[in-house]
């Protein structure tokens, strides 16, 4: 992970993961930045209707898939340091109202458009230099959306970004 270059380069901020769904990756974070708070966003009640409508209207996905099967309490059970993390419950980007953290790493593992796209829209600015944003599914062919999202979004800001071969198809933005 990331947060060694991080530690390296002394990049300050806290870190956030947007679409947290049982935590499992959220866990990674909370382990590797022990000393930084960790916003958590999701539903906690799987995808919202707003942002199934935008994937079936524009066919990046079917948007039926069911990650209802979590909770707050199951994703702070996981954690090593569950003092650091900050639930924020709820509809994207609405949730983050009020926050005037700046960040040094995100993930974004929400699979679709609307909000990967309200994601990078949100973090980037608020993103340190040194800092990264990953993107879970650019190169996942069940959520095209993703993809589009960080097309857009990258080529409207003029910001490059490295596609890496994991299993979900992730890609890394840099600042």
């Known amino acids: 992970m990331c947060g060694h270059e991080i530690y390296a380069h ?14 499992d990756f959220a866990k990674d974070i909370n ?3 022990p000393d930084r708070q960790l916003y958590l966003f999701d539903t906690f009640e799987g995808f919202d209707n707003r942002d199934v409508g935008t994937e079936v209207g524009k066919g990046f996905s ?20 569950p003092d650091n993390c900050i639930v ?11 926050i005037e953290d700046q960040f040094a790493f ?3 593992d929400t699979d679709l458009y609307e909000p990967i796209l309200a994601g990078l829209q949100y973090f980037y600015p608020r993103l340190n230099a040194g800092g990264y944003i990953f993107v879970h ?9 993703a993809r589009q ?7 409207l800001q003029h910001i490059s970004f490295v596609p890496i071969p994991d299993l979900g198809g992730s890609v890394v933005i840099g600042k």
């Open 10 to 23: 002394n990049v300050a901020g806290n870190v956030a993961e947007l679409g947290v769904f049982r935590g």
């Open 31 to 33: 382990t590797v930045f």
């Open 62 to 81: 079917s948007g039926d898939q069911d990650f209802s099967g979590t909770s707050v309490q199951l994703v702070l059970s996981k954690m090593q340091n």
């Open 88 to 98: 924020r419950k709820g509809y994207f980007p609405a949730t983050a109202e009020g």
């Open 106 to 108: 995100v993930s974004i």
């Open 137 to 145: 599914d650019y190169n996942n062919e069940g959520y095209k959306g």
């Open 149 to 155: 999202a960080v097309l857009e979004f990258c080529k």
